[in-house]
């Protein structure tokens, strides 16, 4: 008798000891879901009915991963590298391996999952090779297909979705819509995630070995390094959304600590990229163009803050040094990574605005165009390499030629309106380098109306410029400058809770014009035919125009064209002969200092040191009288350090500057002429110790 005749056809049959056969279980039944494991259990074996109850079941255990030694993470501030408190098993390298992900995927789950055929180093490649693809389409001006490019793969690639939220900053950098500013900082938060999922996962023990050991290289595979510099960015791209995002103290604590953990990232993979154990995986040149990227930033910029300014930050952790930032940024730049025109772009704006507007107006223009001239050859149309190309030839007083580039760069494309702001500015400049008023207008008109960086100071240059034009000229344009002073204080724009340094600025020049009977800002018409108005007050004499130039560090652009120069200095020293001949009122000596300090400038630039010294000197002999414009006085000084600078007098120079660095407090634009004292500092105290070894080598010969 079979089994079948049992009635238990699923039974094999096994001999019995006295010979005949006895019914053998059926195999176990298939795993019910989870919420009926419980009766799977204990439910009855089919054909068991006539033996009694069956026993119950055992589930299987849960095999666990075998144990491996801990992997530390860098930094004792969270969150330091791989600051995962999960131990998730994933095997043990050796030390000395090379950096290459584990073929075992991850358990993060189906997400981290990668398609058939493809390990992560395969994957990190072909991530990167589409950026870079992506990174070309913005550079020709295709900014839209860029994006389109990058969108399917934004939640699976930390590249991706980096490159994406990037472009995405990038337009509500120029934009300040809030719209755009929010769309960039959720998509930046996105990719912060998913960087955070690629990081090296970290057990609470690597918490407590950290304290005794240094990680090495050898502990982070090579998606995991690179999720490392990726999260830094993420990190610090936040922080600049976080300033312009909101105004109150909690969010710009925020974006600090955002700062300040990017910045100790960026130093722990520094010093691993540094270190002898230091081992290079397929994609190690775009790793190390990221780490000379961020580790340059934060060297360069610290390096230029004012020196009561760079204590404090150093007391919680900062450093900057300027040779080794210019140094990773220039490394970074001449490599061929993801990240070096990155590098490439930084070391531009470092170049022609930050050492121009915050520093003494020393320009190495010709770094700057070895720097640009590769990447204008292969993106002749490029905007953003136009524009720099405009900047380059205005630093070195080739107006014309300025205006034509970008004049060339608004052309260039039509998609992203914001190129064209940036455009405007420099053009409404370059129009006033040359005294061409209404073309300055009319691109101060065209920012006021379409740009909203900070719409005080396009209303206030608008008013400026009305007030250079002849009696009959500015009719046309429909424009009153006194209704437009009296709307700058109106149009106040704050980050990060405070109010723009320019916008304070021309706030306090409008002041006057608040009043019933405003005293007008005198400034000389182009042609010499001042206009009379609200009843006989002062004419216009103050060249209103040429102080915010100054502001901005124009006069090194004209400086470099006697003929510019020469013009501006006809119009100032018009307007001093007015002041002097009109009636004194409460502005009459600050108006008399700026047109000192301006007429200054001309003469150093003309070559007339001595009549330019004696100018700088008399804004000095009459500090006392001076009632609002007190940012004069430090500025003076700064000049005359200058001055004193390019005559070699070093020494005295330096006494200056300290001076005016020591003494004067909370005037207008403070901190851009402390950024200007510091550079001058810095500059002088270098030719000091050149000329002490120079003087040193002399003697030892």
Known sequence: MGPADLGCPGLSPVRA???????????????RPVGHRRAAAVAPLRGRADRGPARPRRLPRPRRAPPRPPRLRLGRTAPAL????QHLGRGWRPAGARCLPPSAMSSAGAADALPAGRTPVSSLHEALDQCMTALDLFLTNQFSEALSYLKPRTKESMYHSLTYATILEMQAMMTFDPQDILLAGNMMKEAQTLCQRHRKKSSVTDSFSNLVHRPTMDQFTEEEIHAEVCYAECLLQRAA??????????????????????????????????????????????????????????????????????????????????????????????????????????????????????????????????????????????AIFLFFAGRIEAIKGNVDTAIQRFEECC??????????????????????????????????????????????TYIYMKAAYLSMFGKEDYKPFGDDEVELFRAVPGLKLKIAGKSLPTEKFAIRKSRRYLSPKPISLPIPALLGKPRLHWGGNLTDLLPYPQEMMYIWNGYAVIGKQPELTDGILEI????????????ENEYSVDDECLVKLLKGLCLKYLGRVQEAEENFRSISSNEKKIKYDHYLIPNALLELALLFMEQGRNEEAVKLLETAKQNYKNYSMESRTHFRIQAAILQAKS????????????VSL
């Open 687 to 698: 030719s000091l110790e050149n000329g002490n070894r120079s003087m040193v080598s002399s």
């Open 411 to 456: 052309e260039a494309q039509q998609h992203w309106k914001q190129f064209h702001h940036m455009c405007y500015w420099e053009l409404m400049w370059c129009f006033t380098y040359k005294g061409q008023w209404k073309m300055a207008y009319f691109y101060a008109d065209l920012l006021s109306k379409e740009n909203s960086w900070s719409k005080a």
């Open 241 to 382: 959304l976080t300033f312009l995002q909101d105004e109150n103290m909690v969010s710009f604590i925020k974006g600090g600590i955002k700062v300040r953990n990017s910045y100790q990232t960026y130093k722990e993979l520094d010093s691993l990229v540094q270190s002898s154990q230091y081992c290079k995986g397929e994609n190690h040149r775009h790793f190390e163009g990221g780490v000379k990227l961020g580790v340059g930033a934060f060297n360069l910029t610290l390096s230029m803050l004012p020196t009561r300014i760079l204590r404090l930050l150093e007391f919680v952790g900062f450093s900057g040094n300027k040779d080794y930032g210019l140094l990773q940024l220039e490394e970074g730049a001449s490599g061929h990574s993801f990240r070096a025109v990155l590098c490439v772009m930084l070391l531009l704006c470092y170049h022609t605005f930050l050492t121009f507007v915050l520093g003494t107006g020393n320009v190495n223009i010709e770094e700057a165009e070895k720097l640009l001239n590769p990447y204008l050859k292969r993106y002749p149309k490029g």
């Open 82 to 85: 791989g600051f995962r408190r």
């Open 572 to 583: 100032i020293t018009k307007a001093e002969e007015m002041l002097e001949k009109g009636p």
């Open 17 to 31: 000891e006295g010979g005949g056969r006895i019914p053998r279980p059926p195999p176990a039944q298939p795993q």
